[in-house]
């Protein structure tokens, strides 16, 4: 096979796995209620539960239906950032339910979010969803051009 062939079957077939891969994606979206349904987790806030580099499916469900102990997704308004924690306290007010979250990181999270002041209680209105998919190392190569790129 000539140089010029072989560069082009291998584009062709990068480009089938990219749109693969945003199929998967937008048919994920859709099904799971959520824009974001994939993310690769760049932090290490979640050790030894969530590492960076792992990948999280996450789903859209009711901020009623989680309970202390769910990993959920949040958006944070301070930073505009997607944050995966863990829930350590549900409480309500105003007929609103709150969420109080943490790192399982005791070293980069000692506290939580809310008591550090580097997030306000979660309500429905920053609430993304819960984590329901943890899967080991697959996002490592995402995470590498984070660590390069910061992007």
């Known amino acids: 096979m000539s140089l010029k062939k072989e560069i082009f079957s291998n584009l062709k077939a990068l480009a089938i796995a990219i749109l693969i891969a945003l199929l998967i994606n937008y048919t994920l979206?859709?099904?799971l209620k959520v824009q974001k349904p994939v993310m690769v987790v760049v932090s290490s806030s979640m050790e030894p539960t969530i590492k960076p580099g792992d990948i999280?499916?996450?789903?859209?469900v009711n901020?009623?239906?989680i309970k202390v102990g769910?990993?959920?997704?949040?958006k944070n308004p301070y930073t505009?950032?997607?944050i995966v924690h863990r829930v350590i306290y549900k409480g309500k007010k105003y007929g609103k339910v709150y969420l109080i979250t943490k790192g399982d990181n005791d070293k980069?999270?000692?506290l939580p979010d809310q008591l550090v002041g580097a997030a306000p209680p979660i309500t429905e209105e920053i609430f993304v969803g819960k984590v329901i998919l943890i899967i080991p190392y697959l996002g490592y190569p995402r995470y590498l051009v984070y660590?390069?790129?910061?992007?």
Do not use: G, S, W
Not at 147 to 151: D, G, H, P, V
């Open 63 to 65: 901020i009623e239906d």
């Open 108 to 110: 980069t999270n000692p």
């Open 29 to 31: 979206a859709a099904t």
């Open 70 to 74: 769910d990993i959920i997704v949040y």
């Open 80 to 82: 505009q950032k997607e």
């Open 147 to 151: 660590l390069i790129f910061k992007i």
């Open 56 to 60: 999280i499916v996450v789903k859209k």
